[in-house]
């Protein structure tokens, strides 16, 4: 894509715009092993593939760098996360909950009222 936008790019033939792409796809792959610090990733690989082992070199970096705050950064989004699960889950059960007690009411199976009592009020 980069290519594409270059003017020198489009004034080249189709084969040396081959070439051209050819080598810009082994630079980019040369510069993806560099930057990352775990094992090679071929080719034929999917990209899925590669980023994985981008996060992971990520990971590494980070977990060797800041020692026992990484353990506690990650109990930290850790707990964001099934926060986050875990508030979804008590709105459904809530909604879930709601429309049982109204079907309830609905059926005459639960009835509110109200009862009037005399109330003794303390005052000073």
Do not use: C
Request: no cysteine; glycine share 6%.
């Amino acid at each position: 894509m980069e290519l594409t936008n270059n003017p020198s790019f489009k004034d080249l033939t189709s084969d040396q715009q081959a070439v051209a792409v050819q080598n810009a796809s082994q630079q980019f792959e040369q510069s993806l092993s560099a930057s990352s610090s775990t094992s090679p990733v071929a080719s034929s690989s999917p990209t899925s593939d590669a980023f994985y082992n981008i996060l992971q070199g990520m990971m590494n970096a980070w977990q060797s760098e800041s020692g026992g705050w990484f353990d506690v950064g990650w109990a930290a989004v850790i707990f964001i996360a099934l926060r986050s699960v875990g508030i979804i889950f008590i709105w459904f059960a809530e909604f879930i909950s709601l429309i049982f007690y109204e079907l309830l009411l609905a059926i005459g199976f639960i009835k509110v009222g109200e009862e009037s009592h005399t109330r003794e009020v303390l005052g000073y």
